[in-house]
């Protein structure tokens, strides 16, 4: 069953958990059973834009993982920056998305004529803040580019992505480090790499790079109640390990459960942490999915939680 966009994304912004795959056994990265070709330059290509994007858009990304047929994303959409940007930024960010196209090359007279144009259309701008600010337009630039290049090289015609990329609502910072988590695990359930550290192309893979030791995970989680110990990358990557161990003793579900958790620290995870294989519009704490229900006007939503 699908839903209105409107009950799936706040236009004001939010925290979200959003994936996209591919369609007709399509392989984004690594190698195709079918035909024996590997795909795995499309995997830095795909991080990379990314990442661009992620400085060109009012988006701030948490998390992230490319896999073979589909890749996960953890990021805030925060609208209320945009109004503070300039028109000058607004118009810049935007050209840097979509460069205008001359006939017969571009000059510098050319560019400036365009952005001054631009400047001084004001409905126009209001069009750009508005998409500079949007999920979905976030997912058209990741995906369309790369369904292009991907059909040249397929040699064929047709969607490379299906129809819409799924999205969840985080409600609160367990449902974010738990998706975070979760994204990071994918290689892991994947059987792709034994450990998360191992992984390549993932946010966690990223931090490590940038700084193995003292890299704060993520600023923006401030919270006393989830977990015992400061968000530091190594106690991050002891979490999702544990996290690992527990899937591992319940693989058939998919499930964290208490009483199969090696670790007293996943007990918070149990009724949040997102199941591979099936979605759900939010995830959060009982009452917090409770607030969400009632403010999109249902009297309940599909939720894991046993309470």
């Known amino acids: 069953m699908t839903y ?18 591919c369609v007709r056994r399509a392989w984004l990265c690594g190698t195709d059973k079918e035909t024996g070709f590997n795909f795995d330059h499309r995997r830095q290509w795909l991080e990379d834009r990314i990442l661009t994007l992620s400085d060109i858009f009012a988006v701030e990304l948490f998390g992230y993982a490319v896999m073979s047929n589909h890749y996960h994303l953890v990021l805030q959409i925060d609208a209320g920056v945009v109004q503070s940007w300039s028109d000058e930024v607004v118009v810049d960010k935007w050209l840097l998305l979509c460069p205008k196209q001359f006939v017969g090359g571009v000059s510098l007279t050319q560019q400036t004529v365009h952005r001054n144009s631009l400047l001084q259309n004001k409905e126009r701008l209001l069009v750009f803040r508005e998409r500079l600010s949007s999920l979905s337009w976030f997912m058209r630039m990741i995906n369309e580019p790369l369904a292009r290049t991907a059909n040249q090289e397929d040699h064929c015609k047709g969607r490379f992505w299906e129809g819409r990329f799924k999205s969840q609502r985080l409600l609160d ?8 988590v979760y994204v990071d695990l994918n290689p892991v359930r994947a059987g792709m790499v034994e450990d998360v550290i191992d992984a390549e192309h993932t946010s966690v893979a990223r931090r490590l790079k940038a700084n193995p030791s003292e890299e704060q995970l993520m600023t923006a989680i401030q919270s006393t109640t989830v977990l015992p110990f400061d968000y530091r ?75």
């Open 173 to 180: 910072e367990d449902g974010l480090l738990a998706c975070m």
């Open 4 to 21: 209105p966009r409107a009950h799936l994304i706040d236009p004001d912004g939010g925290i979200y958990h959003v994936c996209s795959r």
């Open 233 to 307: 990358i190594h106690d991050y990557i002891a979490l999702a390990r544990t996290t690992a161990s527990a899937q591992r003793a319940n693989r058939f579900s998919g499930r964290l459960r208490v009483v199969d958790a090696p670790d007293t620290r996943l007990s918070w995870l149990e009724a949040i942490m997102p199941v591979p294989g099936r979605w759900q519009r939010a995830i959060g704490t009982v009452q917090n999915m409770k607030d969400y229900a009632k403010g999109i006007g249902q009297c309940w939503v599909k939720t894991y939680s046993r309470c």
